[in-house]
């Protein structure tokens, strides 16, 4: 007989909280590897994030996806691709929402003439020194996930990251009567030891998965305006 205790995969509902700078620098680092069967194509970070949290969630049911980054500083082409990127999954992914921290500069010496600056490019010699630091974003995704596993919008939650700063967060929810399941995903080349043990199921996105979860080159927004996969993704 079923044990009624049970709760059916199709009945479960799922939330999937991204970590979305881990994501980014571990799709960079495939897409840099030198082994060319392991190689990710740069086309990967033109991500359909809902596609790829439907896949993963398979038949429970996908309430939402939370991604939680910060708007780049420094670097005009960079700072527009991303743009690009945000402005295309806010608008083609219906059930996603985006979180966002703060990108900071911090004050460091100039690699070259050991000028103390905030500005990636040094007042003096003009060297670009690259030492920017994130903020909030880690808080606010650990704070989304207490706050649905509170008010009970989930069974199970969906981290994609590597940060073991997430292992706080999954050893409350765990621990909560009745316990919420949670299953942590590795983007590529990143893994933690201590998020794999804390979590109820762990593993690594298959790059197949990845390179099937693509937005469309041309993504249109409700005004009209077209917004292309850039130039140097693809």
């Not at 979590?199 to 077209?226: H, M, W, Y």
Request: positive net charge; glycine residues 2%.
């Amino acid at each position: 007989m079923k044990n009624m205790n049970i709760v059916d995969k199709k009945q479960e509902r799922a939330i999937v909280y991204i970590d979305g700078f881990n994501l980014f620098f571990g799709l960079k680092s495939s897409v840099s590897e030198t082994v060319k069967s392991k190689r990710l194509p740069k086309r990967c970070y033109w991500l359909d994030l809902q596609k790829i949290a439907q896949h993963l969630v398979q038949d429970r049911e996908l309430v939402s996806v939370k991604y939680f980054t910060a708007r780049i500083k420094g670097n005009d082409e960079k700072r527009q691709r991303q743009k690009t990127f945000l402005d295309a999954i806010q608008h083609y992914c219906d059930k996603l929402t985006i979180y966002e921290g703060r990108y900071l500069l911090r004050e460091m010496m100039c690699g070259r003439c050991r000028t103390v600056t905030k500005d990636i490019l040094c007042p003096k010699c003009r060297f670009v020194n690259h030492l920017p630091e994130e903020k909030k974003s880690d808080v606010n995704l650990a704070s989304q996930m207490l706050k649905d596993a509170f008010e009970n919008s989930f069974d199970v939650a969906y981290l994609i990251s590597g940060d073991s700063d997430m292992v706080p967060p999954i050893e409350i929810i765990r621990a909560m009567v009745p316990p919420k399941k949670t299953i942590v995903v590795f983007p590529p080349n990143r893994y933690s030891k201590e998020l794999a043990d804390k979590a109820e199921i762990s593993f690594q996105i298959f790059p197949q998965v990845i390179k099937k979860s693509l937005l469309p080159d041309e993504v249109t927004k409700a005004d009209g305006t077209v917004l292309r996969i850039p130039e140097r993704w693809q």
